[in-house]
């Protein structure tokens, strides 16, 4: 017994063994406290919050039940430590661990604010919009928010660590400029998809032309956004040539005006033609898709080869045009086929004179 109280006593680093006991049983003890406590709000207090009328006490739980664990760790840390006969420097050691505990401890309960903020007042917003860019956009703001914290928490530990990020940042010299040339591009294209997300220009699924490309828009990125061609290709566009170049989104157009031009065969006489004009405002008429009262057909030219009949109409169901072009004009042919209406090709007369 003797033995065992002066092994004890034993001296180590200035500290006995006794003390180094007393410094681990708290930290033990307090991970211990730390579960039980974890258990406890995984099981009663949720259970107790279950019968309440207010949401707001299970939101509570969820954001602090896992960062109170760390904090009560840091806590038992703290009281571990003042067992210990500690010089200037492990006193300062000890200050430097539960602070970085600490920030920790501050840093997870904010990220979980923020996810609960935004599952039970932002998300349930964004379902309800017909917006499809607002799904994507909410996670990309989720995750910038969360990194934003954390590079805060990382510079006020840094800063209570003793180091200067000023001077820090300012030793970088060279290679920081470089490194500010390089990102450049790369926060010109998060500030063109800010700028996106904020004046929303197009949507998901949407069908846009710009900087010579055109496609459906398939995905849109804190960085670039993404166009599905007709072809199937993908094409990727940085977000700062979105924002700064010239965009034409004919998805939101309600309507697609189309002008055709029809040459009859100048052997065609007047009763003929106007036959044929009635033959193509019919056929217009009968396809699905188009604004049947605002038909226009007129004799616009006496051609090289051919007399010119200009055709206007409006279709009116943008996600079936070209479908709607192939039958109007399939229409057209066959009718006007059936009727004996010749259309022109370019041809040549020769008169030979007899001498």
């Known amino acids: 017994m003797e033995s065992f109280s002066e092994m004890l006593q034993a001296t180590y680093f200035d500290n006995t063994l006794w ?33 309440s009328k207010t949401k707001l006490d299970d939101y509570l739980i969820d954001i602090i039940e896992e960062p109170l664990v760390l904090l009560i760790v840091s806590v038992g840390v703290w009281v571990g430590a003042m067992f210990l006969t500690l010089n200037a420097a492990g006193v300062k050691f000890f200050d430097n661990v539960v602070l970085v505990l600490l920030a920790m401890t501050v840093t997870w309960f ?21 917006s499809k860019l607002d799904d994507q956009v ?7 928010t969360k990194t934003v914290i954390v590079i805060l928490a990382a510079i006020v530990v840094l800063s209570n660590l003793g180091y200067d990020i000023l001077s820090v940042l300012a030793g970088l010299g060279i290679g920081g400029l470089a490194l500010a040339l390089a990102a450049q591009d790369a926060v010109k294209n998060i500030i063109g998809g800010i700028s996106i997300f904020w004046d929303k220009p197009f949507q998901i699924d949407d069908y846009i032309e710009i900087s010579g490309k055109s496609g459906t828009v398939a995905e849109v990125g804190i960085r670039s956004t993404r166009l599905r061609t007709v072809g199937g290709t993908t094409v990727v566009l940085p977000n700062s040539q979105v924002a700064n170049s010239v965009l034409e989104n004919y998805s939101t157009r309600t309507a697609r005006r189309m002008t055709l031009t029809i040459g009859l065969t100048y052997d065609t006489d007047a009763d003929k033609m ?21 038909i226009m057909i007129r004799f616009v030219n006496f051609g090289a080869y051919s007399l010119d009949l200009e055709v206007v109409y409006w279709i009116t169901d943008m996600s079936n045009w070209k479908m709607i072009i192939h039958q109007i004009n399939m229409g057209i042919k066959r009718n006007l086929d059936a009727a004996k209406v010749d259309m022109a090709f370019p041809t040549e007369t020769h008169y030979v004179v007899k001498g």
Do not use: W
């Open 110 to 130: 904010f990220i979980r604010l923020i996810d609960m903020l935004v599952n039970v007042y932002v998300k349930p917003l964004v379902e309800k919009s017909e």
């Open 274 to 294: 106007e036959q044929a004009i009635g033959i193509i405002e019919e056929t217009i008429k009968k396809v699905d898709g188009t604004n049947h009262d605002d």
């Open 138 to 144: 909410l996670p990309i703001i989720r995750k910038s």
């Open 19 to 51: 003390q180094y006991v007393l410094f681990l049983g708290t930290v033990v003890a307090s991970i211990i406290v730390g579960r039980i406590f974890y258990y406890i709000c995984k099981t009663q207090l949720r259970k107790l919050a279950a019968k």
